[in-house]
């Protein structure tokens, strides 16, 4: 799951298969652990992601859904170039003989990408800076142009 607005992967989540129940239990961790939810999630139209589970949860929790149009994976191309990247550098080059070891695997990598690589994207800082310097989608366009600059905003430089 990554944060279109930072970039951020909020979860990396490795298992024999995703059913619609655990993603719903995957989305409930990450707000609790951020102590808010978020205003939309933008998916494909897997069946994991159509199912009741999924229609209630969003329904339960007042969260818009929107699915990306089949066959369209340029509506989602943060998630699209974040995928291509966890392939080519991680998923390709080990290899993982059980879902632990995958568990294992991936967190290493997912910090890094989190704390450690610059986006140009995101004005050259990491996606945790990014978070930490407070780029939402409620904020606005504006505002988060502002933070990337160092600005208030206001469009006034931090000193």
Known sequence: MVDDFTR??????????????RVTRELDALIWHRGSK?????????????????????????????YIAP???MQSVIVESFNGGLRDECLN??????????RIGLAPWKE??????PHSGLGGRTPAEAAAIGLVAIGGLAQNLAALAGCDAFG???S
């Not at 992967?9 to 995703?18: E, I, M, N, P, R």
């Open 8 to 21: 951020e992967c909020l979860a990396l989540v490795a298992d024999t298969s995703l059913s619609g129940i």
């Open 38 to 66: 978020p205003q939309t999630v933008v998916s494909n139209n897997g069946t994991e992601l159509t199912i009741m589970a999924i229609l209630r949860w969003r329904q339960e929790r007042a969260v818009d859904w929107h």
């Open 71 to 73: 066959g369209r994976p």
């Open 93 to 102: 080059e080990m290899l993982f003989t059980s879902i632990r070891q995958a």
């Open 112 to 117: 890094d990408y989190n704390t450690v690589r």
């Open 156 to 158: 006034l430089k931090a």
